[in-house]
């Protein structure tokens, strides 16, 4: 069973940095590529970040660019996106999402609130 | 980038009645590969998104046949046969064409009357 658990959410300060993760399992992680999906409270999806299977390939959407990092570690199945100057509009549940053109598996999302 | 719209926003439905949810992109989502990637998620309360359709009209494992995909270029629909109480929830269409980034659209909330 494919499965994909994000952690690493949690309160922090405007300004402050956090680093979230996703624990890929049930599927080749090597394989695929990945990407990272906000939805602020009682709003719609946005698509944030991209890294193909091999790593050769990363986008970012341009709310996020220079502020994000996207990585994979394929040893240890893990996806991650590194947030540094983060702020209130950033509030929000991070989803990971498996795939290319259309993600076909999503995890439970882990919540990111940014508040003094 | 690919403005992608949904209406209605919102969907009262009577159970066993059918949904239709409309979903038009600023530009044709025909690829040059000749795929149009256009997909439908559904969101439940309290639950993360889950992909129902994919490629216009390919219903995933699992779901039920009472969710079909239509659509070409710009303007595509989800139609729910007869919607039960299981139904309820958000579904977004997005589309992975044009990218980056991937576009969703403002999603609609089915609910039951």
């Known amino acids: 069973e494919v499965q994909l658990v994000e952690s690493g959410g949690g309160l922090v300060q405007p300004g402050g940095s956090l680093r979230l993760s996703c624990a890929a399992s049930?599927?080749?992680?090597?394989?695929?590529?990945m990407n990272w999906v906000r939805q602020a409270p009682g709003k719609g999806l946005e698509w944030l970040s991209y890294?193909?299977?091999?790593?050769?390939?990363?986008y970012y959407a341009d709310s996020v660019r220079g502020r994000f990092t996207i990585s994979r570690d394929s040893a240890t199945n893990s996806l991650s996106l590194h947030m540094s100057s983060l702020s209130a509009e950033d509030t929000a549940v991070y989803y990971c999402?498996?795939?290319?053109?259309?993600?076909?598996?999503w995890g439970q999302g882990t919540l990111v609130t940014v508040s003094s | 980038d690919v403005m992608m719209t949904q209406s209605p926003p919102s969907l009262p439905v009577t159970l066993g009645q059918p949904a239709s949810i409309s979903c038009r992109a600023s530009?044709?989502?025909?690829?040059?590969?000749?795929?149009?990637?256009l997909s439908w998620y559904q969101q439940r309360p309290g639950q993360s998104p889950r992909r129902l359709i994919y490629?216009?009209?390919n219903r995933d494992s699992g779901v039920p046949d009472r969710f079909s995909g239509s659509g070409s270029g710009t303007d595509f629909t989800l139609k729910i046969s007869r919607v039960e109480a299981e139904d309820v929830g958000v579904y977004y269409c997005?589309?992975?064409?044009?990218?980056?980034?991937?576009?969703f659209g403002g999603g609609t909330k089915v609910e039951i009357k």
């Open positions: 999402a498996r795939g290319l053109r259309y993600p076909d598996y």
């Open positions: 049930g599927f080749t992680f090597s394989d695929y590529s």
């Open positions: 890294i193909s299977s091999t790593t050769s390939t990363i």
């Open positions: 530009q044709s989502l025909l690829h040059s590969d000749g795929n149009t990637y």
């Open positions: 490629k216009v009209s």
């Open positions: 997005m589309q992975g064409t044009h990218w980056p980034p991937l576009t």
